[in-house]
């Protein structure tokens, strides 16, 4: 299996996602650095996003520009994926959004999909799956065929941080799909957490535990 993984080197997101790493780092500078991270990762991922000429007239002349060919749909997995989102829409404020709630169960780490509201259209769009912390991939790779089965075709998952046990089920499940990622981490724990990684996306997002 090639897995089609991309880690997005950038001095300014290293920066960023070390400081987040720390425990040292309150809710406050994680909410602000997730966001700052997330914008630059998007920015880099839809560079490639198709799009056409088109003419347009500005209040002195007329002028020819771009535009996307199709829309954008975001769909954050909840809850964390929702923070990573919170940073990329102010760069597509156009962009629909989508969300697909799953639970862990904490005794056999596997996903169930406790909400799912996805926009119409989505089979015209270009997709961004959004999770910061593709850990087992099992969530991941869930709800990736869950938006497989509401029409979606080109999808591109957006994480934070990835695992080797992540990306091999979910490049495993869907090959189709690209990944990226800030950073590849070592490993997975025995509660299926990410070593070194950051803990629990979601609480330090929200500052719960
Ligand atoms: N989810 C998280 O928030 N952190 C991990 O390390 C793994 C899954």
């Known amino acids: 299996m090639s897995a089609d993984v991309t880690v997005i080197e950038h001095p300014l997101i290293d920066a960023l996602l070390t400081q ?7 809710c406050h500078t994680f909410r602000i650095n997730l966001h700052t991270i997330s914008r630059l990762m998007a920015f880099e991922i839809t560079r490639d996003l198709p799009s056409r000429e088109i003419e347009i007239t500005t209040p002195l002349a007329t002028a020819s520009g ?3 060919v199709r829309s954008v749909v975001m769909i954050p997995i909840m809850r964390a994926g929702t923070g990573m989102l919170n940073g990329i829409i102010d760069i597509i404020p156009d962009a629909k959004v989508g969300h697909i709630g799953m639970a862990r169960d904490e005794a056999t780490c596997l996903p169930t999909t406790y909400y799912c509201k996805l926009p119409e ?8 799956l959004i999770d910061p912390m593709l850990a087992t991939g099992h969530s ?3 709800a990736a065929s869950l938006v497989k ?7 591109r998952f957006v994480c934070l941080v990835a695992c080797p046990e992540g990306i091999e089920h979910f490049c495993g499940e869907h090959p189709d799909i690209p990944v990226y990622t800030a950073s590849i981490d070592k490993e997975l724990d025995e509660k299926s957490y990410i070593i070194p ?9 929200f500052d719960t535990e």
């Open 140 to 142: 991941a790779a869930a």
């Open 121 to 128: 259209g989505i089979n015209e769009a270009d997709v961004l």
């Open 66 to 68: 771009s535009e996307l």
């Open 197 to 205: 990684g950051l803990g629990d996306a979601g609480d330090r997002y």
């Open 149 to 155: 089965e509401h029409g979606g075709r080109n999808i």
């Open 20 to 26: 987040i790493r720390s425990v040292d780092t309150g």
